[in-house]
């Protein structure tokens, strides 16, 4: 099964990476973040290394491959084993030189290998997102800003993606930075046509020092001490509420939502200064495949999981 997933899915991932490494114009100078009212720009989300790109435009590619063993469920018979992969291009620039913008492509991609026989699962999940945001002054209130994320997207069990299963999910968020050791932000997440539309955005970025960085923040909160410039090691938290349309007995457009939740830590090294990459492991919880007509639910016991991290920066 695991050699047919790399025939599929991973393989897509490594081919982005590789494709990366080789077009990608490697002119990365990074400077110390500065603070947003000498700069008058917004601060970024970056817990990691507080860094800001220069004003030339700049681009990232992130992957990775997750792998959960086969679990039993709960109340039947069987068993469900997961792998999960995802690669995210994105691209930083500013409209009309004063306006941060960043562009994004993302696809998720879950693979499902079931041996139940009361109810019919897909073989696999297709997650494909276009995503723009951008960080906005707050009106006149002093470090302050307000950041709007707008991300069309299919979610489906194959990739020829019905009318349907278009979304489009959005997030509305405050930023404030009081110093330089803190940033708060709060706000909403809007997902229209999933069954919880509506969902805070709560997080705080700590850094008390060059080599300990608390970055509790969506959508991988973690907590990161760098023993020196190539070698850090990090707890991670992560979670999933992702729903598709899928076909299940020949009925089509049936919505099914998968949920986790997941605790874990790991490595990560530095090979110069555009890539990196980083293995972990750890606890997966709360698993559960829920059909939103109530017609087949699968609650999945707890379980382990091990994952594999591809940063490539430019």
Known sequence: MIANYFRKAGLSLFIITVAALTFFPFRLKAEILRFAQDRQQPVKLNAETQEQAEDKPSHQVDSYVRFIPSRCV????????????????????????????????DNNYISIENTLDSVELPAHLVGLTTDIETT?????????????????????????????????????????????????LYGLAVYPDFENEVLPILGFIYKPNDKLVFNIIPKRPNITYSFNDRIS????????????????????????????????????????????????????????????DGQGKVNIKDGLYTELRIEIKS
């Open 74 to 105: 709960d109340a039947m018979s069987g068993k469900v084993e997961i792998i999960e992969s995802g690669a995210e291009y994105s691209y930083e620039f500013r409209a009309f030189d004063k306006l941060p913008i960043k562009f994004s492509l």
């Open 136 to 184: 906005l002054p707050f009106f006149h209130f002093n470090k302050t800003y307000l950041r709007i994320g707008i991300s069309p997207s299919f979610y489906a069990d194959d990739w020829d993606f019905p009318s349907s299963s278009f979304r489009i999910p959005q997030r509305y968020f405050l930023v404030y930075q009081p110093d330089s050791k803190w940033t708060f």
């Open 233 to 292: 090691l990090f707890a991670e938290g992560g979670s999933a509420f992702d729903e598709f349309e899928v076909t299940r007995d020949n009925t089509e457009n049936v919505a099914l939502r998968y949920r986790e939740t997941r605790l874990g830590g790991g490595i990560k090294f530095r090979f110069n200064q555009y890539i990196r990459s980083s293995i972990s492991a750890g606890g997966i919880f709360n698993r559960c495949l829920k059909y939103r």
